[in-house]
Nanobody, 125 residues
Framework: VQLQASGGGLVQAGGSLRLSCAASGRTFSSYIMGWFRQAPGKGREFVAAITWSGGRQDYAESVKGRFTISSDDAKNTVLLQMNSLKPEDTAVYYC???????????????????WGQGTQVTVSS
């Protein structure tokens, strides 16, 4: 199982970025997919999660209304559209997958089984 995150970069406050997580190695249709972030000196923080069907989504309060998570089952890809970015959104962003298909709010990174490498997002003020 491999998760490949991409799309990070440097953007000014108020700008947008779209992160992509490409999944490979097996069928992910029953997995729960999530995005986390980690700022320097801080722990890994939940950002958003989704079922592959896209029918269920969950967001951290800090990103609600600004970030949108979506899935493309045909491409085995999960996207994170980030709008109205703030300097406090600066972090390394990670995608993750949980093999357990039952939907519930999964904000603990320990609940996820697979992780991709991170992609850096830097928001300048």
């Amino acid at each position: 199982v491999q998760l490949q995150a991409s799309g990070g970069g440097l953007v000014q406050a108020g700008g947008s970025l779209r992160l992509s997580c490409a999944a490979s190695g097996r069928t992910f249709s029953s997995y729960i997919m999530g995005w986390f972030r980690q700022a320097p000196g801080k722990g890994r923080e939940f950002v958003a999660a989704i079922t592959w069907s896209g029918g269920r989504q969950d967001y951290a309060e800090s990103v609600k209304g600004r970030f949108t998570i979506s899935s493309d089952d045909a491409k085995n890809t999960v996207l994170l559209q980030m709008n109205s970015l703030k300097p406090e959104d600066t972090a390394v962003y990670y995608c993750a997958a949980d093999r357990q298909s039952m939907w519930y709010a999964r904000h603990d990174p320990n609940e996820y089984d697979y992780w991709g490498q991170g992609t850096q997002v830097t928001v300048s003020s």
